[in-house]
């Protein structure tokens, strides 16, 4: 028997890693935002003979373009504002701070910490963090004769500038079309996942429908958090409501169907496809597919397709659906912490360097490091080599350019270009960092220094080394704090989510019976949501560490999230069963699996039994199949676990 040829050696993920870049169409409205940011507030401020005020406004309307990510309107808001506003109070902390010997080293040690901690809470939390170190950095090092205020005051205009920019040129649509974008994706990505059951596609088209339920509630949530002035909720507003909150009913279905992994007929993704379009137009979808209810996974999504529908032609709800909020890993919390000591402890170490090798830009070391080391923008490798290789091709772009720098004009085109490119090279950090390169030396040589290129390089290269060697110190690399406690998180808000699924609803009379139907609907959907948001945040974090290099031996991370997954798959899978008929599972085989989750939990987070002390999980009745499913998973889950 002739054997197989063998199988060419791959690469390991971590070398892989910085050849990776994002693909999308053009953001024409954001390159326009881009061009019209930097170059325009710096020109004005060299005309009125105000370089620094310039340089710093320049800076605000960068990292403002940096932040400029796709999304509404509201959601543009958050993600320029707040880190605009932290970026301002670190230039405030660093130039009120005094000399640098004295307060740089405790001061972005400390600020490091939090700045890390906080990265823990979310996206925008993260860009605030990392504004406030940075400029921290910035204002300390940084030569400036303006004072604090008007510093902070100039950085804030230009990042307001680049957010009314943000407000004024987007593409054209109504008030509401945003939203509405983002509400008919959900469904979009309902028929995707119904496309795809039954086939290797299935899991990560559920992962996608996941993402377009967290994009749609963060956009409906900012709609009613954030509203203009003298304009209150309107019936458009509460039909969009109460149409996210049959998108999510569809999708606990529909999770059934990818539970039960038989590929379906084509037609069966019909129905999301005329609900997203009829989202999309603000009208009656029409006919939907007729039912064929041959499973109690089929027959609870044709029937929800039939409530779709009907409530697609029904009149706007007076109360829409309360949307689940997102739930935090706690920056006090052990991923927090390690978040914190690693920047904190890269931070301090670049900025011990950079005031012992010299007094002129030894804040681009400390600046740089923080850029670098945090945990959530990617594996540190990866951004070490893109980061050096970036700003090589950086400074060899800037030198041709450097001769041409003069009068007021040519920086600001300079720099507009750069800011046109910015939305660009967010597709991979090594271009990102080649015209970010530009754009600062650009800035620098405003300011009078036309000689910091090799300086650039060489700080660059140094901060790079030793973000490299301190950040893969063993406790400052434990992708247990960062992966296992997020994975334990969502196992722990699946617990509740399944010990509500199987609690006894107990007995209502017939005028209670319909309230308390829809309380006990909203609960059980936000419990879901939240354990599929935790999933989501895990995952992503666990991504990240399978391709980070490592000293020693780790869990598969991707592996254990994979399997937490198929358990919320599975508990959302029981749910639907309940509700059509299945018989409910004894209490004591309930009460074993809402144990064993919590064990598992509490083994991811480091708090549980060694291996060898933890009890066995039993078999469960051969009839209960979505908490055997369940059982199967963590049993594997255990393995991987004790194998590492």
């Not at 998180?489 to 019976?513: M, N």
């Not at 299945?582 to 074993?592: I, L, T, V």
Request: with cysteine.
């Amino acid at each position: 028997m002739r054997r197989p040829p063998p199988r060419p050696p791959t690469a390991p993920g971590w070398l892989l890693h910085p050849l990776r870049w994002q693909r999308g169409p053009v953001p024409w409205a954001a390159t326009a935002r881009g061009a019209l940011g930097m170059g325009p507030v710096l020109a004005v401020c060299l005309a009125a003979g105000q370089p620094q005020a310039g340089v710093l406004a320049g800076l605000g309307a960068m990292f403002a373009g940096i932040n400029d990510r796709p999304g509404t309107w509201r959601s543009g808001v958050l993600h320029i504002a707040v880190p605009a506003l932290a970026g301002a109070l670190g230039l405030l902390v660093g130039q009120t701070g005094g000399a640098p010997a004295g307060w740089a080293l405790p001061v972005l040690a400390l600020v490091g910490l939090v700045s890390g901690a906080v990265s823990v809470a979310g996206p925008v939390w993260s860009l605030a963090g990392l504004q406030l170190l940075v400029l921290t950095a910035v204002g300390g090092g940084m030569p400036l004769t303006v004072p604090a205020w008007l510093g902070a005051s100039a950085f804030l205009a230009g990042a307001g500038w680049l957010l009314l920019l943000r407000l004024t040129v987007r593409r054209p649509g109504g008030l509401l079309s945003d939203e509405r974008a983002a509400v008919a994706g959900v469904y979009d990505a309902l028929a995707d996942a119904l496309e795809a059951v039954g086939t290797p596609a299935a899991e990560p088209a559920r992962r996608a429908l996941t993402a377009a339920l967290d994009r749609a509630d963060e956009a409906l949530r900012l709609r009613a958090l954030i509203r203009l002035p003298l304009r209150r909720r309107s019936a458009a507003d509460r039909r969009l409501g109460a149409r996210l909150g049959t998108a999510a009913a569809l999708c606990e279905a529909s999770v059934a169907l990818l539970w039960e992994g038989e590929p379906l007929p084509a037609r069966v993704a019909d129905g999301p496809r005329r609900l997203a379009e009829a989202v999309r137009r603000d009208a009656a979808p029409g006919a939907l597919p007729a039912p064929v209810s041959d499973t109690p996974a089929r027959s609870a999504f044709d029937r929800a397709v039939l409530e779709a529908g009907v409530a697609f032609g029904a009149a706007a709800p007076a109360t829409p659906p309360r949307l689940p909020g997102r739930p935090l890993v706690h920056p006090a919390g052990p991923a927090g912490r390690e978040y914190g000591l690693r920047v904190a402890a890269c931070v301090a170490v670049s900025t011990a360097v950079a005031l012992l090798l010299h007094t002129g830009h030894w804040y681009w070391l400390p600046a740089t490091a923080a850029f670098l080391v945090k945990p959530d923008f990617g594996p540190l490798f990866s951004r070490v080599v893109s980061r050096f290789a970036g700003t090589a091709a950086g400074v060899l772009a800037f030198v041709p350019l450097a001769g041409l720098l003069t009068g007021p004009w040519w920086p600001a085109a300079a720099v507009a270009l750069g800011g046109a490119l910015v939305p660009l090279a967010v597709r991979h950090f090594a271009l990102q960092t080649a015209v970010v390169t530009v754009t600062v030396l650009t800035f620098v040589s405003v300011g009078g220094d036309r000689q910091a290129a090799a300086s650039r390089l060489a700080d660059t290269a140094v901060a790079c080394l030793l973000v490299l060697l301190v950040g893969h110190l063993p406790r400052l690399a434990d992708t247990q704090a960062r992966v296992g406690h997020r994975s334990a998180h969502a196992l722990r808000h699946t617990r509740r989510y399944l010990q509500h699924v199987l609690a006894d609803p107990g007995h209502a009379t017939a005028a209670q019976w319909p309230a308390a139907q829809q309380a006990a609907d909203r609960h059980r959907s936000e419990l879901r949501r939240a354990a599929y948001r935790a999933l989501a945040e895990a995952r992503a974090a666990a991504e990240t560490a399978a391709v980070e290099l490592h000293a020693g031996t780790t869990p598969d991370w991707l592996r254990v999230t994979t399997g937490a997954e198929r358990i919320v798959d599975a508990a959302t899978a029981c749910a639907v069963r309940l509700e059509h008929g299945a018989a409910r599972p004894a209490a004591p085989a309930a009460r074993q699996v809402a144990d064993a989750l919590e064990a598992v939990a509490d083994a991811l987070d480091g708090r549980g039994e060694p291996p060898s002390d933890r009890p066995s999980l039993g078999a469960l009745p051969p009839d209960c199949l979505t908490l055997n499913d369940i059982v199967t998973e963590l049993r594997r889950i255990r393995e991987i676990t004790t194998a590492a």
